[in-house]
DNA sequence: AAATAATTTTAGACTTGGCTAAAAATAACA
DNA sequence: TGTTATTTTTAGCCAAGTCTAAAATTATTT
């Protein structure tokens, strides 16, 4: 079926609202996600449940048919995948690749994607260390904790990022912390849940609560 | 400003008609480029002459103002950038390029554009041989003559083509010719005005007058 | 269990970009 | 120079996607 922009924008909302809440997305979640009215998002509830994209019982929120899955799953496979593009070949920093990802997202050609894919290598995560679903929509799993969980002594290497902004990944790089920098847990303050930790760069830093739980990494 | 996709593309149209005829584009030249009514067309062109993006008289035609030729031509460099990147990084024929730049073109971002030239290593040509306008929007010239001009016995290298179509590209990739390849002129019938080339490959092959007018070359 | 608050839906309107049919202007022809 | 033919514009309509304001439903308090 061919959908537009802004129907290819809602199955993604619900998508990633349905991922972490487990529950059917309600309309002023979805309306905050697309940055649009409650009432915008209604009629458009009505409009994907008629064609079947999703499933949508009036007050109850909505959540994704299979097909409506499909869809959105693709869509962030191409998101991710120019994503990378964008920052291992055009070399953009990691905080500015999402916006114009979510533009090239919308070009369609199955043709495109299944190139690109191959042109980068196959990549299987993004600049943000998220999955990158294959052709078949399959999402690659990984071992990993939060930072956070992980008691004093341990090392570790971080693979992703659970936090986007700008702001975030823009204080990260000040901190010279990336996708594969290794991490050794130094200290941790019961206080205020900060924790001082060793970079493979030697250099120790202190990572405040705001930091710690939105890093994701790989016990080494 | 920020223009819409269809103010973009009926900018292009203009741009190219203009280029073309070397006069104003007639409402219904503009309606053939960009599949829609002439009636549709009149409404555009009354909004884009809201716009100062157009000259535009009632009944006389449209030209670009300068605003809305260099809105075209930023269109045109993204075009062609995209086609180059199809061609030579993701190794699509160059028969295919053309329908997916016209998706991508419409990307907005200076910075993406400048960094994706940069990438292709500055290219001045598309993969049909067209000039690429740097980013102040100047366009490179180039020696050229199209096939038809020469005389028997003159020895040449494809650098354009003038027709597009699907069907056009394929044709020569039947026939083993691309940009780059050396032609030399064994005869020309008067008759049906098709002539007889060798090509470097040391093959000789007729070439129809549906084909001759449309090959862009360089003396060698 | 009411009353109040918050969420969601409906109703009605607007903008963009398209359409067809009819009117007006221009071009071509006899 | 009239008379046709063609082109262009106007007029009126439509679908998508948005909005605000009001009504309906559900959730939260007292
Ligand atoms: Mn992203
Ligand atoms: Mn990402
Ligand atoms: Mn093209
Ligand atoms: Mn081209």
Redesign the interface.
Known sequence: MLLTQAEENYLKAIFKINEKTNKPASTNAIAKHVSTSAASVTDMLQKLSGKSLIHYEKYKGASLSESGNKTATQLIRKHRLWEVF?FD????PWE?VHD?AE??EH???D??IN??DN?LGNPRFDPHGDPIPNAEGKFMLRNQSTLESLPIGQKCMLVGVTEHSVPFLQHLNGLKIKLGTQIKILEKQSFDRSMIVELDTKTQVTLSHSVVPNLLVKLI
Chains 1, 2 share one sequence.
Do not use: N
């Not at 070949?89 to 953009?92: E, G, H, R, S």
């Open positions: 964008l070949k055009l070399k953009f500015e114009i533009e090239l070009i369609r050609s043709h495109l190139r690109l042109f």
